[in-house]
């Protein structure tokens, strides 16, 4: 079975913070995702990553960036946390080419920035 | 813009009862329709639609694709509470097909 595995189940921060937010899949998949994911507005795509060192912006991007040096590893950087990034965060990876999008997700990050 | 829209956003019925749930989208090339499940954990997988009129059956679920109509329906027949969950409608596009678009999700409750 694919396994997605984020770091964190729940993590607390204060404004201003640095956060790194991490993602391990173990299915040699080349895309992997960050999501965040708040009441009445579904799952949104921060950032895409299709292969090491390559990434894309997603439909929110600002505020983030990410980090993929090895092909398993996706991070989720919050350069400075701000009480509007408290959310549920979800990593997801899948295979390139056919079938591309079924994502496989892992358990998720709850973000609470104080 | 992309839209994906579920409905009811929000549902609560009884063990044993059957629950349709609906998804309707506005997406330029269509490639194709999928339906997850998001427990207190990672959404799940449950079918990918990408034909019109072609019913994906798994145990008591169900799904069918209107590609005419743009929406699809989850049914859930003999409901469990082991089904109460967030069920998730997302759609991908013909170019950049792994970048979904994912619906508001509707949070199912099954009472015993």
């Known amino acids: 079975d694919v396994k997605v595995t984020q770091s964190s189940r729940y993590l607390v921060k204060r404004t201003g913070e640095k956060v790194f937010l991490e993602c391990v899949q173990d299915?040699?998949?080349?895309?992997m995702f960050w999501y965040r994911q708040d009441p009445g507005l579904g799952l949104r795509l921060i950032y895409f990553s299709y292969d090491v060192k390559m990434k894309e912006k997603g439909d929110i991007p600002e505020g983030y960036s990410v980090s993929r040096e090895k092909k398993e590893r996706f991070s989720l950087i919050l350069e400075s946390a701000s009480t509007n990034q408290t959310s549920m965060y979800l990593c997801?990876?899948?295979?390139?080419?056919?079938?591309?999008?079924?994502?496989?997700f892992g358990s998720g990050t709850q973000l609470s920035v104080l | 813009e992309d839209k994906v829209v579920q409905s009811p956003l929000s549902l609560v019925v009884h063990e044993g009862d059957t629950v349709t749930l609906n998804c309707s989208y506005e997406?330029?090339?269509?490639?194709?329709l999928l339906w997850y499940k998001q427990e207190k954990k990672a959404p799940t997988f449950l079918f990918m639609l990408t034909s019109s009129g072609i019913e994906k059956k798994s145990g008591r679920l169900s799904s069918i694709l209107d590609k005419k109509e743009l929406f699809s329906i989850l049914n859930i027949t003999a409901t469990q509470t082991g089904d109460s969950a967030i069920y998730l409608c997302a759609v991908s596009r013909l170019q950049g097909a792994q970048k979904l678009v994912f619906g508001q999700g509707t949070r199912l409750t099954i009472n015993p």
């Open positions: 299915m040699d998949h080349e895309n």
């Open positions: 997801a990876s899948s295979f390139r080419g056919q079938g591309n999008e079924k994502l496989f």
């Open positions: 997406v330029t090339n269509f490639r194709s």
